[in-house]
C-alpha cells in the first residue's frame, strides 16, 4: 500500500469483510501486506474465470454483479449482488475448480487481491476465517435457493416486489443497492426482460405501491408491496 492513510482505510474495510470479522487485528494487518490494489472502472468486465482460480477477490467499494449469460440468445441472469465486506470465488477458493460466472463492475469497483495459494494458506493460520466460511456460503447459497425458486415457480410482477423488499433499508425504508439501476438490470437479477419490468414498475407506481424518480425508486406504501410480495392481489 502506497499511503498510511489508504492503508488504514483498507484495514478497516477488511474489519468488516464477511470472512475475516472476529479476527485479531494483527493477523488482519498481516494479511494486508500480501494484498494488492485492483480498480475496475465503471461497467468492466475485467475478471475471467482463469483469473479467479488463481486469485482471491475482497470487494471494498462499488458494486458487482456475478452473473451467467446463455450465449446462443444473449439472456442473463444475475445470481448475485456483490457488495462492500463480499468477496469472490468463494467456490474456487474451496474446491479449486473453474467456475463459469461472470462479473460486471455496476460502478467503479476497489478490489483487494491475494494470490489462491496465499489465501488459503491465511485460513489455515487463522481457523477463525474457517468458522465464518461456512455462514457466508449458506447465505450464498439461500440467495440461490431463492432465486431458482422465483424464477420456475413465481409470477413476475411477485417476484420484483420480493426484490425490491429485500434491499429496503429496515431502518430508512429506503431502497439500497438496486435504487439507480436500469431496467435491464433489475430484469437480469428476476429472470425476465426489461420491457416486462417496465410494465410491472408502472403498475406499481398506478397502485401507489412506488414512485419512479430519475435513478430512484421511493417506497410509498410499505403494505401494499408486502401484499405483492405475498401474490396476495392479482399480477
Given at each position: 500500500?502506497?499511503?498510511?492513510?489508504?492503508?488504514?482505510?483498507?484495514?478497516?474495510?477488511?474489519?468488516?469483510?464477511?470472512?475475516?470479522?472476529?479476527?485479531?487485528?494483527?493477523?488482519?494487518?498481516?494479511?494486508?501486506?500480501?494484498?494488492?490494489?485492483?480498480?475496475?472502472?465503471?461497467?468492466?468486465?475485467?475478471?475471467?474465470?482463469?483469473?479467479?482460480?488463481?486469485?482471491?477477490?475482497?470487494?471494498?467499494?462499488?458494486?458487482?454483479?456475478?452473473?451467467?449469460?446463455?450465449?446462443?440468445?444473449?439472456?442473463?441472469?444475475?445470481?448475485?449482488?456483490l457488495k462492500k465486506g463480499d468477496v469472490l470465488d468463494i467456490l474456487c477458493?474451496?474446491?479449486?475448480?473453474?467456475?463459469?460466472?461472470?462479473?460486471?463492475?455496476?460502478?467503479?469497483?476497489?478490489?483487494?487481491?491475494?494470490?489462491?495459494?496465499?489465501?488459503?494458506?491465511?485460513?489455515?493460520?487463522?481457523?477463525?476465517?474457517?468458522?465464518?466460511?461456512?455462514?457466508?456460503?449458506?447465505?450464498?447459497?439461500?440467495?440461490?435457493?431463492?432465486?431458482?425458486?422465483?424464477?420456475?415457480?413465481?409470477?413476475?410482477?411477485?417476484?420484483?416486489?420480493?426484490?425490491?423488499?429485500?434491499?429496503?433499508?429496515?431502518?430508512?425504508?429506503?431502497?439500497?443497492?438496486?435504487?439507480?439501476?436500469?431496467?435491464?438490470?433489475?430484469?437480469?437479477?428476476?429472470?425476465?426482460?426489461?420491457?416486462?419490468?417496465?410494465?410491472?414498475?408502472?403498475?406499481?407506481?398506478?397502485?401507489?405501491?412506488?414512485?419512479?424518480?430519475?435513478?430512484?425508486?421511493?417506497?410509498?406504501?410499505?403494505?401494499?408491496?408486502?401484499?405483492?410480495?405475498?401474490?396476495?392481489?392479482?399480477?
Amino acid at each position: 500500500m502506497k499511503s498510511e492513510k489508504k492503508r488504514f482505510k483498507y484495514f478497516q474495510a477488511l474489519q468488516q469483510n464477511e470472512l475475516l470479522k472476529g479476527l485479531k487485528d494483527e493477523d488482519l494487518l498481516l494479511i494486508l501486506d500480501d494484498l494488492e490494489e485492483e480498480i475496475m472502472p465503471k461497467n468492466t468486465c475485467s475478471i475471467s474465470n482463469l483469473r479467479t482460480l488463481q486469485t482471491f477477490y475482497f470487494v471494498i467499494s462499488g458494486r458487482l454483479k456475478a452473473y451467467h449469460v446463455e450465449k446462443n440468445n444473449d439472456r442473463e441472469l444475475t445470481y448475485f449482488l456483490l457488495k462492500k465486506g463480499d468477496v469472490l470465488d468463494i467456490l474456487c477458493l474451496l474446491d479449486g475448480g473453474e467456475h463459469r460466472i461472470y462479473y460486471e463492475s455496476l460502478d467503479r469497483v476497489v478490489l483487494l487481491t491475494i494470490p489462491m495459494f496465499k489465501m488459503k494458506n491465511w485460513i489455515i493460520k487463522n481457523p477463525g476465517i474457517n468458522k465464518n466460511l461456512l455462514p457466508y456460503l449458506s447465505k450464498q447459497v439461500r440467495i440461490l435457493e431463492e432465486c431458482a425458486s422465483n424464477v420456475t415457480l413465481i409470477p413476475i410482477a411477485t417476484r420484483l416486489a420480493r426484490l425490491i423488499l429485500n434491499h429496503i433499508n429496515s431502518e430508512s425504508q429506503e431502497l439500497e443497492l438496486i435504487n439507480d439501476l436500469s431496467n435491464d438490470e433489475i430484469a437480469n437479477l428476476i429472470g425476465s426482460t426489461r420491457a416486462v419490468v417496465n410494465r410491472h414498475l408502472q403498475q406499481f407506481k398506478n397502485d401507489g405501491i412506488i414512485n419512479i424518480g430519475r435513478q430512484k425508486v421511493e417506497i410509498k406504501d410499505l403494505k401494499l408491496l408486502l401484499d405483492k410480495a405475498q401474490g396476495r392481489f392479482s399480477n
